[in-house]
């Protein structure tokens, strides 16, 4: 639980216990297996507030915007940064040590605008198809989704080296490979745990059963596509890309529960 409260200070915007820095230093990276833990932690109050606005009467679009907003202010708009300085960074055709500079800098640029404006139209959309449907769903789908890629990109750090060991990822001390299994198990976990609630809210096993492989292939897709372009243009890995790849793998699970159900 100690890790749980020192990954979710860094992650999000939520309280902690002081207590659990006691003894220090505890790097980052050793407490990635708890990554899981705090995306769905992070992600239940957007959950309750969803489903709250559903029976409100508000129309599904509005409540998922609403909903999605209040996740993005929990997290500080930590992995939306990312991938903003990501998509900056590789998109523009600079060179290795060039896309490492650009998304150093703070200001964001047109790639990092429509990856932002993308980032959260998608989701929302998407949480508006299963809010069409059932907003218990579209909630349970934006809790395993939360839980989900956040372990993908605890397991994304432990697989890759630092392409910039002055930077956060490399300063923070990279998860173990056994850490980083750990996450992606824990994530398979909330996958599966989805599935089942989600064939039982529709009555449908087959529907359960497609709500687990249709994300689980779309996540582990999207992210294994997206290590190996970091691979062929940084090297490696960086704080901003990591944000990019839970952005990244979120967008997928989300479609893969649409496409599902």
Do not use: C, N
């Not at 609630?197 to 096993?205: C, F, I, P, Q, S």
């Amino acid at each position: 639980m100690d890790g749980f409260w020192r990954a979710s200070a860094f992650l999000t915007r939520l309280p902690v216990r002081a207590q659990a820095f006691q003894g220090g230093p505890h790097p980052l990276g050793a407490d990635a297996a708890a990554f899981p833990l705090v995306g769905v932690a992070v992600a239940l109050p957007s959950a309750v507030l969803l489903v709250l606005l559903g029976a409100a009467g508000l129309q599904p679009f509005t409540a998922s915007l609403i909903a999605l907003l209040l996740l993005v202010a929990l997290t500080g708009a930590l992995h939306e940064d990312g991938l903003a300085d990501t998509a900056d960074g590789l998109f523009g055709h600079a060179s290795a040590e060039r896309a490492l500079e650009i998304m150093k800098d703070s200001r964001i640029g047109t790639y990092g605008a429509l990856a932002l404006i993308g980032s959260v139209l998608l989701r929302v959309v998407l949480l508006t198809e299963l809010a069409a449907r059932s907003p218990a769903l579209a909630a349970l789908s934006l809790i395993a989704a939360a839980g989900a890629s956040r372990g993908a990109m605890a397991w994304l750090w432990s697989r890759l080296p630092s392409a910039r060991p002055d930077g956060l990822s490399g300063r923070m001390e990279a998860p173990s490979r056994e850490t980083g299994r750990k996450a992606a198990g824990l994530a398979l976990a909330l996958l599966l745990v989805a599935g089942a609630l989600t064939g039982a809210l529709a009555k449908e096993w087959e529907t359960g059963f497609a709500a687990v492989v249709l994300p689980a292939l779309l996540g582990a897709g999207g992210l294994d596509a997206f290590r190996r372009l970091l691979l062929r243009r940084l090297g490696g890995t960086t704080g901003d890309t990591l944000g990019a790849a839970q952005q990244i793998v979120d967008i997928a699970l989300l479609l893969g529960f649409a496409l599902a159900l």
